[in-house]
Nanobody
Framework: QVQLVESGGGLVQAGGSLRLSCVAS????????MRWYRQAPGEQRMLVAD???????TYTDSVKGRFTISRDYAKNTAYLEMNNLRPEDTALYYC???????????????WGQGTQVTVSS
C-alpha cells in the first residue's frame, strides 16, 4: 500500500507565494520521479513540474522562473515552491510519484488526492 498526501494549498492574492508538499509513504522500495500536475475546472490535468531520481527538473513553460520543484530523498517528500502566483494558476494540484514497491518488479504511477490552490486577482 502506497499513499501520497499533499498539503500547503490555499487562497492567496496575485503575486503571492505558496509551498506545496507531498509525502509518499508505505511499501516503497524506490522512487524514480515525483511530479506535480494541476487541473483547472473544465480543463485536462496537465504536468506542471517534474524531478527525477538524479535531481533533474523540468517545468511547463507557463511556470518557468516562478515555480521550483525539489525533493527530500530521505523523507520521500516533494515540494513545489510557487512564487508570483497568477489567477491562471488556480487549480487542484496533484502529486504523482513513479515508484517501485518492495517486492514489485516494475515501477508504477501513484497519485495523491490533490490540494486546491486559488489565486485571487
Amino acid at each position: 500500500q502506497v499513499q501520497l498526501v499533499e498539503s500547503g494549498g490555499g487562497l492567496v492574492q496575485a503575486g503571492g507565494s505558496l509551498r506545496l508538499s507531498c509525502v509518499a509513504s508505505g511499501n516503497i522500495f524506490s522512487i524514480n520521479a515525483m511530479r506535480w500536475y494541476r487541473q483547472a475546472p473544465g480543463e485536462q490535468r496537465m504536468l506542471v513540474a517534474d524531478i527525477n531520481s538524479g535531481g533533474t527538473t523540468t517545468y511547463t513553460d507557463s511556470v518557468k522562473g516562478r515555480f521550483t520543484i525539489s525533493r527530500d530523498y530521505a523523507k520521500n517528500t516533494a515540494y513545489l515552491e510557487m512564487n508570483n502566483l497568477r489567477p491562471e494558476d488556480t487549480a487542484l494540484y496533484y502529486c504523482n510519484a513513479f515508484l517501485r514497491t518492495r517486492g514489485g518488479v516494475y515501477s508504477q504511477n501513484y497519485w495523491g488526492q490533490g490540494t486546491q490552490v486559488t489565486v485571487s486577482s
